[in-house]
């Protein structure tokens, strides 16, 4: 029997637990997934070893740490400073990021017709998903609603602004990666904004997942297609199983399985 977990703090919603027990079970592994709270992510490789995993997935606030826990780094994961994938061979922890893999396939099956794309939020999320759109061809520009983290995105060469120095044109699609809404009422901009935003788009995306959020509901008033971020969470998953089993089961096979937990 293999074991895998997922780290975080908070980590008692996390959906990941049944998504991987579900794949595992229909696919036949002798496997067993659980959920850890980890307070203090520096003793994550110690806890990982104690625990005899074979993997694990990482989650807010230890996707950072889990990039020093590991003794091979896959270099988009070490691009965007995030791993939130372990998969242990011997001794050795190797790390990667499906999450912006994840948001790209769910974007990809949602919708074919956007090029242009603004990211709400400059947060470890945005960082991930806007280097994975833009290595895929998208036009990607970052509005936050304070200058301190724009910066590293300014140093990647993207288009970037907080709500002081923006002005409104046209973008295909706009992605709310903020927290704003999780745990609130917030919007992740100023309404007069994103009305102005939203009616020129052709989609939005809420990454935020399992509730209508703030952003989405307005969204929903301009006759837009919308998503939340639940296909993104069920292809990060695959996509981790996938290297969980090194590649053993088609994404295909995975995906069913998995988006049982959705049901
Ligand atoms: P971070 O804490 O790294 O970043 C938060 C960002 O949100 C910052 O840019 C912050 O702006 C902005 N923000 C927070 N509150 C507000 C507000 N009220 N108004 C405007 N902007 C705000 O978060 P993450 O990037 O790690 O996660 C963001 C969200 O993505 C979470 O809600 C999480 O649940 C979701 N998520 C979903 C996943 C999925 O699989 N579907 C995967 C990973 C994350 P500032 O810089 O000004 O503070």
Redesign the pocket.
Known sequence: MKNYTIFGNPVSHSKSPCMHNLAFSGLGEEALYTRTLLEDGTKLREVFFEKNLSGANVT?PHKEEALRACDEVDSFARSVGAVNTIVRHGDKLYGYNT?AL?FLKALQKFEKDIQTILIL??????KAISVMLREAGYDVTIL???E??LESFKEQGFKTYSFEDFTVTQYDLIVN????G?EDD?L??PKAMLVELLSNAKASID???GKATPFLKLSQNYNLPTKD?SD??LY?GVLAFELFVDKRHSFEAIEKYMKRAFI
Do not use: E
């Open positions: 807010v999450d994840g939020g400059a947060g470890g999320s945005a936050n609603r304070s301190g983290r990666s903020t927290s704003a999780l917030a992740p901009a990454i935020i997942y971020g993104m969470l990060q």
